[in-house]
């Protein structure tokens, strides 16, 4: 099959599949307590009948279950994410406003845990059993077990508070007008310590599996026989061990650019990155239900390009998985 | 007259000693938290939108720490002897934020028309108003129907801010596109807003009062997480946490930093009032003698040196000791087990569970629950603590669905405002969390509440206000906690920042920083 009709067949399969989402998430978020009005009504200190009945209104929850649903499911079928009531603006204004930075972080976390990580496991399948190895599994095991609440606050604690070398928090320098150069820089700076702790798990995690996937390869007679035509070490461990090692890297790889846009919740939130994540957190919290399902579906939808993605590249890694299907 | 003179003297070299001092210039960082939805005040009431929205948008009137009535965008007032006109006379030369005159249209817009649609607690005080008139551009007279006693506590910027006629009239309020930049007459002026991030306000350069506001910009920074306020003060990000920003046992160690000063000041006309909804409708809560018991198994002084770090005090009753019209000479409820346990075997009480709702407002709501729960089962009852998210505690107290449910509300200076509303059988409406939620129901009180909001002089509706302690204390309709304390922690060069009794929501009007 080609990949051009893998990719299409695979698409609409992906639209059905996201269309069953937001009917799920829709009534999921319904069936939790509370609604927008009464969040709102609540948080004003006083509230009459007549204000939560204009509320309701206003968000059309006065109106019966199943023309909201039908409402809602009309609206995503023309690719708008509606209304956020509470925040006064458009869905797709709020996400598009908060995607970059959550881009940013969620992307510079991806590669720093990507090329360190499969970077380290190679060197430590080298090394294997050496002192070095087992400082480097160590290590790995150690920030795959931490909390990252833990080792988000303990990071502000020592670079931030302590030692005063990198912002605490916060997504840039707020009131310093910088442009240009500068302004990345700074911006840089804030996203040491968020980026370094978000891709500090899943580097642990490429880390080891590259690892233990370089050592069971190496292992096999294929390798033998290179080495046996008298190929150098770093010809056989890139070209002949790597390459068919990184299969499982890749597909957890996929796995965490899936969360690209909504899994960086608890990051963001430690450190104050204005990221969808936070958008969504809050939201829930507050009912906002067209903000919520607007970030639910993103991130949705996100996961489900990612596997598509991910099978490509399967496909490009090992040529033989097109040819097998 | 010696005493007069010195009196006058003492006032002269107060005001005068500061003025010298104040310099102008300066930044100010506040936490705001959470993000506030909007900051079109007359749409929007919550606390954080208060905090902010409260150096743009202004009112008639501002109340000092003892609630006095001070200036604002009134210069004077009087008030008739029957207590039912109230005429103000407005400042002349204030102009809104884009550059429009300010007048008494706007008043009478914002009062009559505007807020009467969008704004549930003043809602209530415009009952008692029957006219809002302007005989000319500079003042404003409310006529009312009968008299209402707490009236003048009705025109500070939280409750009847002053909105701008000629941006709202005749539009559909909720969707202007004009809330996304607010215009007031305040003393700052709305800048930016990067969600998520911070809400930037500059300095109003045409500020009607000569040399106001000293600071030059206010940024509220959206902090989500209540470790990393606490780092952002440590580290010098922001100069100013509002009450209630940090947990409370991280405020020792910032107050014991260099530099670092916090006062309680600047909650007097919210009064923050903390009580258990005690379910009268059903239950074991439905018997007084139980709900005796609580009062009298509770160590509250306990949890306020130790869960609330010694902040606030022990209440007394329903009406906070910073609102009007308190007295204490009333039967007050000591810490006592054993008097708790005789009320319980008096009632029978035979160990059906209580479900407790705590407050979802932080770690200090969870600990508060878990100590209550351990005062009862000291005296033997069974309490189950049931939690949720707010949106949860928000349904379940509204829809009656628990026995005892923590809650705090604000007294707003006067008990007719704040106070009765949580007594009253007239409120005892399904679908808020504000009113008679625990279903207390009686009638011979509710006619003492409607005659004391009416009484003409003070020291009538102080008696009446005392024979209502008396009665409604004995019957505990809800378990009275604490009078709340959320210290404003500040850095001690930013002076005057906490003047009145709305603290930070109207501080950044006179705050200076000293260089």
């Known amino acids: ?311 490509i590249v399967y496909r490009i890694v090992d040529p033989r998985i097109g040819a097998r299907a | 007259m010696t005493y007069l003179k010195a009196t006058t003297f003492l006032i002269a070299a107060a005001l005068a000693a500061p003025v010298a001092a104040q310099q102008a210039g300066g930044r100010l960082d506040i936490v705001v938290q959470p993000e506030p939805p909007g900051l079109m005040l007359g749409l929007v009431q919550n606390g954080p939108t208060q905090l902010v929205a409260g150096d743009i948008y202004e009112s008639l009137l501002r109340y000092d720490t003892d609630l006095v009535p001070q200036p604002s965008l009134a210069e004077s007032w009087t008030i008739s002897d029957d207590g039912l006109v109230y005429t103000f006379t407005l400042r002349e030369g204030v102009t809104w934020h884009d550059g429009t005159p300010f007048t008494a249209a706007d008043v009478v817009f914002s009062a009559d028309v505007f807020l009467r649609e969008t704004h549930a607690r003043l809602r209530s005080s415009l009952a008692y108003v029957d006219s809002i008139t302007a005989p000319d551009d500079l003042t404003v007279v409310f006529t009312l129907k009968e008299p209402f006693g707490p009236f003048i506590n009705a025109f500070e910027t939280g409750t009847m801010p002053i909105v701008p006629k000629h941006i709202y009239d005749g539009t559909d309020y909720a969707n202007n596109p004009a809330n996304a930049t607010p215009i007031g007459t305040g003393p700052f002026k709305f800048e930016a807003w990067e969600k998520g991030s911070y809400i930037h306000l500059v300095k109003n350069e045409d500020y009607y009062i000569d040399g106001l506001p000293y600071l030059d910009e206010v940024f509220y920074r959206v902090i989500p997480d209540a470790a990393a306020r606490a780092v952002a003060f440590e580290t010098g990000e922001v100069d100013v946490l509002p009450g209630g920003s940090v947990e409370n046992w991280d405020v020792p160690r910032l107050t014991q930093m260099d530099n670092v000063c916090s006062t309680g000041n600047g909650w007097e006309f919210f009064a923050p009032h903390a009580w258990m909804w005690l379910n009268n409708r059903e239950g074991p809560t439905a018997d007084a003698k139980f709900r005796q018991a609580v009062m009298y198994a509770m160590d509250r002084e306990f949890v306020k040196d130790v869960v609330w770090n010694g902040y606030g005090k022990v209440a007394t009753g329903p009406i906070s000791s910073k609102t009007n019209f308190y007295s204490d000479d009333v039967t007050i409820y000591d810490h006592n087990p054993d008097k708790a346990k005789e009320l319980l075997a008096e009632m029978g009480y035979d160990g059906t569970p209580v479900r407790l709702l705590p407050l979802p407002y932080g770690e200090t709501w969870q600990r508060w629950a878990e100590a209550v729960r351990q005062n009862l089962s000291e005296v033997g009852i069974n309490v189950e603590i049931e939690s949720t998210d707010v949106a949860g505690w928000n349904e379940k107290t509204s829809q009656w669905d628990y026995d005892m449910a923590f809650t705090y509300l604000y007294q707003y200076g006067d008990p007719a405002l704040g106070v009765s509303r949580n007594y009253t059988a007239d409120r005892i409406q399904k679908g808020s969390p504000w009113n008679n939620v625990e279903g207390y129901d009686n009638p011979a009180l509710d006619a003492k509440w409607a005659a004391a909001a009416t009484m003409v002089t003070p020291e009538e509706r102080a008696a009446a206000y005392l024979d209502i302690q008396k009665e409604i204390i004995d019957d505990v309709p809800v378990a009275w906690l604490l009078e709340l304390e959320f210290p404003t922690i500040y850095r001690c060069d930013i002076k005057d920042l906490v003047t009145t009794g709305i603290g930070v929501n109207d501080g950044p009007r006179n705050a200076w920083i000293e260089k």
């Open chain 1, 1 to 311: 099959m080609s990949v051009f009709i893998v990719i299409v067949s695979r698409l609409a399969k992906a639209a059905l599949t996201l269309l069953a989402i937001a009917i799920l998430n829709f009534l999921l978020l319904h069936a939790a307590p509370g609604d927008p009005a009464l969040v709102l009504a609540g948080e004003a200190g006083a509230a009459d009948e007549q204000m939560i009945a204009q509320l309701r209104e206003r968000f059309g929850l006065d109106q019966p279950f199943y023309v909201q649903l039908g409402k809602y499911v009309g609206s995503i079928l023309q690719f708008d994410l509606g209304y956020s009531f509470r925040q006064g603006a458009p869905v797709s204004q709020l996400i598009m406003d908060r995607l970059p930075a959550t881009l940013l972080l969620t992307l510079t976390a991806f590669v720093i845990s990507l090329v360190f990580g499969i970077a380290l496991g190679v060197g430590a399948a080298a090394r294997v059993g050496r002192a070095s190895d087992s400082l480097l599994t160590t290590l790995a095991l150690l920030f795959y077990a931490t909390p990252l609440y833990w080792l988000a606050l303990m990071a502000v604690l020592v670079f931030s508070v302590w030692l005063g070398w990198l912002p605490g928090f916060g997504y840039e320098t707020v009131g310093a007008n910088l442009t240009g150069l500068a302004r990345a820089l700074d911006i840089g700076r804030h996203l040491v310590l968020p980026a370094l702790t978000l891709g500090l798990f899943f580097m642990a995690v490429y880390m080891r599996m590259t690892r233990a996937s370089m050592l069971e390869v190496s292992q096999l007679d294929f390798v033998k026989t290179a080495r046996a035509k008298g190929l150098s070490d770093a010809v056989i461990r890139r070209r002949h061990i790597l390459r068919n090692a990184i299969l499982p890297v890749v597909t957890l790889a996929g796995l965490q650019a899936g969360q690209l846009v909504g899994g960086a919740v608890l990051t963001e939130t430690v450190f104050a990155w204005p990221g969808i994540g936070r958008l969504m957190f809050e939201s829930l919290a507050a009912r906002d239900y067209n903000t919520i399902l607007g970030v639910f579906l993103v991130s949705a939808a996100m996961v489900i390009l990612f596997n598509i993605v991910t099978d």
